[in-house]
């Protein structure tokens, strides 16, 4: 029973992996960047970068220095995103709800 058990669960990962489009909001990616990239941003980058390498579908909004700097320094691991340039405002709250009447 525990093979066909396991058999089940992996074909539903695989149809929710085509089906599943993830919209992920982050404040720390809606905001300006800081320098250094470090704990959490990274975090999240790798995050992104790992649910992308598993077939999820990504939508994420993104400030327009976080674009600039996953181009220069990881492009090949936002290739599978659909990056959506949020405002350039300062609020990340601000550039989050204009991204969410966007994204009807």
């Known amino acids: 029973a525990m093979p066909a058990s396991r058999e089940n669960h992996n074909s539903l990962l695989s149809l929710m992996n085509k089906l599943l489009n993830i919209l992920f909001m982050d404040k720390v990616l809606l905001a300006p960047r800081k320098d ?30 976080w674009i600039v700097y996953l181009n220069e320094k990881r492009k090949s691991e936002t290739e599978k995103l659909n990056i959506i340039s949020c405002s350039s405002g300062k609020s990340a709250l601000v550039n989050g709800i204009s991204d969410i009447f966007r994204l009807k």
Do not use: C, M, Q, W
Request: charged residues 25%; hydrophobic residues 40%; without cysteine.
């Open 36 to 65: 250094p990239v470090r704990g959490v941003e990274l975090f999240n980058i790798n995050l992104l970068r790992d649910l992308a390498e598993n077939g999820y579908k990504i939508t994420l909004p993104l400030h327009e220095s």
